[in-house]
């Protein structure tokens, strides 16, 4: 069943909002240290550059939709960025497997 037929109000996304913070420990000693938080309208795809992380640290992002009626569930996904050596390699690598345009 859904919100619709439960009868419970429901609307459109009109914002998202994102958090994102460094995982620090593991296990019963793990604490999330804020990074940044962002706030974007819902009405078109949008890309956001996370700046500041460091190589071999977990961080997590925590998503949201908002609206009218209040604030979705969220969902948070974390990920381990890389070593810098290897997102340079794979930087470079990408960079010379895209096509040159010479009519440029």
Do not use: W
């Not at 109000?9 to 604490?31: C, F, Y």
């Amino acid at each position: 069943a859904n919100a619709a037929t439960e009868g419970e109000p429901t609307a459109l996304a009109s914002r998202v909002e994102a958090t994102v913070a460094a995982v620090i420990g593991s296990g019963d000693d793990e604490e999330l240290a804020p990074l940044c938080e962002y706030g974007v309208p819902a009405a078109m795809p949008t890309h956001i550059v996370v700046r500041g992380m460091k190589p071999l640290l977990m961080y997590e992002f925590e998503i949201c939709a908002v609206n009218a009626v209040g604030r979705s569930g969220s969902v948070r996904i974390r990920v381990l960025v890389p070593p810098v050596s290897t997102f340079l390699e794979q930087s470079i690598s990408q960079d010379l497997e895209t096509p040159i345009d010479a009519s440029e």
